[in-house]
């Protein structure tokens, strides 16, 4: 492998030479051999925009050349289409700050700025501190980002996968308004509804959670650039953090404002845990769902088996025939993660001491996985299973017709007392709950069928 060298303030190191980053990417390279998770590309993604807006602020302000921050610009576009991702190798296990990626980033930017330049022909250092990093520091810039891609993945990739999953739940839910079926509670028989209803339960899960989310994502278009090293703004135009921000809505489409108090943005992180908790209880609810699913395909002969659901791929590798509920066990998996991840992001937030949180690396790692998995989860297990559920008739109409639990449809006639009487008769004598009632003579057998019809007992008393 061929070599340059590259120098910071600490000294001289020997760089690739096919890549673009400098020293301090090199160092940290070299320092953190932990783990194999990366920072990951959404967040240069992010990093390039963010750069981008204040090369542009920076020059309608004249702190930069216009050479220069063209240059810039014009190199973070490249990033930002893909087109150098192989230069930012460093890991998530890094400084708490997120220096040494801002850094990379940096080193990246002016060294390609460099070389747009030179190809037109002119010899223009660009500096990653001096220019790409002017009016920033990692400490504003990261958690800067942090709130931009959380609400930028959040917007575009998982609140369209919800509103599939929704639509996919309602034309379920609407299919089958009129089969009847038993219902259940604490796994034990309950009174009945329809196969329709038990799914409109779930699309309104995922439709309350999608607008608990949506709420919660207000507070991370406040940004925290600006203020710098401490929340103090020092090395910025006093103008330079309203401008910024609104550069930053210009190149994203979404309408980001400069945080009021840069102390409590850059020390706090509050919003993105919020956000996270409700990335939790969207988890949680999906594990409801996706256990609800399996139970009711379990058997298909010794289980509910009240619905069926795709056969996707063999379920076993020595029990022939055997089809397993993968698309729910692999939603149920990506649930659990999530869970975990929301615990290391709420004790990362925790963790902000005077002037600064030094576990974002941690926190951005943990949003963006938990996002793009519930996205990618809520995805498949829409268009691999919930879209091919369909009803098992025979096994719905003898689960509702074993039901003990019918019997609260005569309660309004005859009272709790006598109606748990001839439940527990026919219980104990292995009879119908018809058998049970007209045997004591509590009933009339119109009575009965006029109380017990299941047509009346899936909503309210007229």
């Given amino acids: 492998m061929q070599y340059r060298v590259e120098k910071d303030s600490i000294g001289e190191i020997k760089v690739p030479a096919d890549k673009l980053w400098g020293a301090q990417t090199q160092r940290s390279y070299q320092n953190f051999k932990i783990g194999t998770e990366k920072i990951p590309i959404e967040l240069v993604r992010v990093f390039s925009r963010l750069k981008k807006a204040a090369a542009r602020v920076n020059l309608d302000l004249k702190l930069i050349d216009k050479e220069r921050a063209e240059a810039i610009m014009t190199a973070c576009d490249e990033v930002h289409a893909g087109k150098l991702d192989d230069n930012f190798p460093l890991a998530v296990w890094q400084t708490g700050s997120g220096t040494q990626f801002n850094m990379n980033v940096n080193e990246v930017l002016a060294h390609r700025a460099m070389q747009i330049l030179q190809e037109q022909g002119k010899t223009i250092k660009v500096h990653p501190n001096d220019h790409v990093n002017h009016s920033q520091s990692s400490n504003d810039i990261f958690p800067t980002a942090l709130h931009v891609v959380t609400l930028m993945l959040i917007k575009k990739h998982l609140l369209p996968i919800m509103d599939d999953f929704i639509a996919a739940l309602d034309e379920k839910s609407n299919e089958f308004k009129d089969i009847i079926k038993i219902g259940r509670t604490h796994l034990m028989d309950a009174t009945p509804l329809t196969l329709g209803q038990e799914i409109s339960g779930w699309s309104g899960i995922v439709k309350r959670d999608r607008e608990i989310l949506d709420r919660s994502l207000e507070y991370v278009h406040y940004l925290a650039m600006g203020g710098t090293a401490v929340g103090t703004g020092i090395n910025t135009h006093p103008e330079f953090a309203v401008r910024v921000a609104k550069e930053i809505s210009n190149l994203t489409g979404e309408n980001f404002e400069t945080a009021p108090n840069k102390f409590q943005a850059l020390s706090s992180k509050s919003e993105l845990a919020s956000v996270h908790g ?57 649930a659990v993660q999530i869970m975990g991840n929301d615990t290391t992001i709420g004790f990362a937030a925790s963790q902000g001491n005077f002037q600064l949180n030094v576990f974002m690396p941690v926190i951005a790692y943990n949003m963006i996985q938990s996002i793009r998995l519930l996205g990618d989860a809520i995805k498949s297990f829409n268009h691999k299973c919930v879209t091919g559920i369909q009803p098992n008739l025979p096994r719905i109409k003898e689960h509702l017709n074993q039901s003990l639990i019918l019997v609260t449809g005569l309660v309004p006639l005859i009272g709790y007392d006598k109606a748990a009487e001839i439940g527990k008769k026919a219980a104990k004598e292995n009879t119908t709950l018809k058998q049970a009632a007209l045997a004591l003579g509590y009933v009339s057998e119109k009575d009965y069928d006029f109380y017990i019809d299941p047509q009346r007992l899936i909503k309210p008393e007229a």
């Avoid at 009711?296 to 289980?303: E, I, T, Y």
């Avoid at 009240?306 to 022939?320: F, H, K, L, W, Y």
């Fill in 278 to 334: 409700i990335l939790k209880a969207l988890a949680a609810d999906l594990m409801k769902i996706a256990n609800d699913v399996r139970w009711l395909a379990s058997g298909p002969r010794c289980g509910i088996g009240e619905i069926t659901i795709p056969a996707n791929e063999p379920g076993s590798s020595i029990m022939p025939s055997k089809v397993n509920p993968t698309q729910a066990e692999a939603m149920t998996m990506v």
